[in-house]
C-alpha cells in the first residue's frame, strides 16, 4: 500500500492504541504472564497492545513532524505538544509494567523530534527529567533493581536474578566457532527459561556458533543501512521520518536485545526482531518492512531517466 494514505490515519490508529492500552491494565481484560499485564487473549489467541503502539507512535510523529516541520525549532510545536502523547503512550505501557518497550519508544521518540528540526537544547531537560524519574521508579521496585544488581554483580547471583543471564554466557561459551550443530543444544533443555523468546540468541550461539551469531549482527546492520539508505532518498519529508523511525525501532530494539543476551545491558525483556518467538512482535516487524518498502517504491517512482544526447546513456534525475 502506499505509505502516504497511512497520513489520515495517524490520529486514529494512535488514539486506538492509546485505548488498548488503557484496556489491558484492566484486571477484568488484561492478561498477566511473568508479573506483567501485557495481553489480550482471545480464544486462544493473543495480542500486546504496546506493538500496535511502537508503530502508530511512529506513524504519528511522522505525521506531526512533517505538518509542523517550520514550527519545529519552537518549544511548543518541537518539544512540548508531541510530549504529551509519547508521554501519553510511555505512562501506559511503564504500568504493565514493561519499561524495555518504554526506553525503546522513549529513545525513538526523541530521535525523530530531533531529525524533524526540534533543538537539543529544548531535548535535553525533559530527556533529563526522564531519566530520573525512571531511576526512581526502578530504586522503588524490588524486581527491576534486583535486575539491576544482578547484572552488576553477576557471578555473585548466578544462581538466582541472575540465573538466566549467566547460563546464556555459558551458551555462548559452549558454542564456539560452529557450534554443537543445529538442535543439539543443552542449555534449552531448562536451563535459559526463555530460551525461545529473549535468549534466544544464545541458543543460536550455542547450535550454529560464534559464525551463526556474527551472520544475525551483519543482517541487523544491513536492515539498519538499507533503512537508512531508503530514509536519504524518501521523496517526502513525512517518508523520511516514518522510514527513520522505523529503522530505529528495528535497530535499536534489535541492539537492546543483543545486548541483554551478551550480558552488556541488564534484562529488559525485548524480543529480537524476526527471530524471537512471539506473534504480536513478529507481525508489528514485518509491518515496519513493508512501510519500508513502500517509501522505497515511492521514492523509485518519482525518479525518471534522461536520455545524454551524445553518448546515449541515461542518467537518473529525481
Not at 499485564?37 to 504496546?50: D, L
Not at 506531526?64 to 505512562?91: D, H, N
Amino acid at each position: 500500500m502506499d505509505y502516504r494514505l497511512l497520513k489520515k490515519l495517524a490520529v486514529p490508529l494512535f488514539v486506538v492504541s492509546v485505548v488498548l492500552l488503557a484496556l489491558v491494565l484492566s484486571s477484568h481484560i488484561g492478561v498477566v504472564r511473568g508479573g506483567a499485564r501485557r495481553w489480550f487473549s482471545f480464544e486462544g489467541v493473543s495480542f500486546q497492545p504496546s506493538e500496535l503502539a511502537k508503530i502508530s507512535l511512529v506513524i504519528a510523529l511522522a505525521w506531526y513532524c512533517e505538518r509542523f516541520q517550520r514550527q519545529m525549532p519552537s518549544w511548543k510545536r518541537g518539544v512540548f505538544i508531541p510530549a504529551i502523547g509519547i508521554g501519553l503512550t510511555l505512562v501506559l505501557i511503564i504500568k504493565e509494567p514493561d519499561f524495555g518497550t518504554t526506553i525503546l519508544l522513549a529513545a525513538v521518540s526523541g530521535a525523530m523530534l530531533l531529525l524533524a528540526g526540534a533543538r537539543w537544547s529544548y531535548i535535553l531537560p525533559p530527556v533529563g527529567v526522564a531519566l530520573i524519574a525512571l531511576a526512581i521508579i526502578i530504586w522503588h521496585d524490588p524486581m527491576r533493581s534486583e535486575r539491576i544488581y544482578s547484572w552488576m554483580h553477576l557471578e555473585e547471583t548466578k544462581s538466582e536474578k541472575g540465573h538466566q543471564a549467566y547460563q546464556s554466557m555459558l551458551a555462548f561459551g559452549a558454542g564456539g566457532w560452529t557450534g554443537l550443530g543445529l538442535g543439539n543444544g543443552r542449555q534449552k533443555r531448562g536451563f535459559v527459561p526463555e530460551h525461545h523468546t529473549d535468549f534466544i540468541l544464545s541458543i543460536v550461539g550455542e547450535e550454529l556458533g560464534l559464525i551463526a551469531t556474527l551472520m544475525v549482527l551483519l543482517a541487523f546492520t544491513a536492515i539498519v543501512i538499507c533503512g537508512i539508505y531508503i530514509a536519504l532518498r524518501a521523496p517526502d519529508a513525512f517518508g523520511m521520518l516514518l522510514a527513520s523511525g522505523i529503522t530505529l525501532l528495528v535497530g535499536l530494539q534489535a541492539a537492546i536485545n543483543i545486548g541483554v543476551v551478551t550480558g552488556a545491558l541488564p534484562n529488559k525483556g525485548l524480543p529480537l526482531p524476526f527471530i524471537s518467538y512471539g506473534g504480536s512482535n513478529l507481525v508489528s516487524m514485518l509491518v515496519c518492512v513493508g512501510l519500508l518498502l513502500s517509501v522505497a517504491r515511492r521514492a523509485r517512482e518519482n525518479e525518471t531517466f534522461v536520455e545524454m544526447p551524445q553518448t546515449g546513456r541515461e542518467i537518473q534525475t529525481a
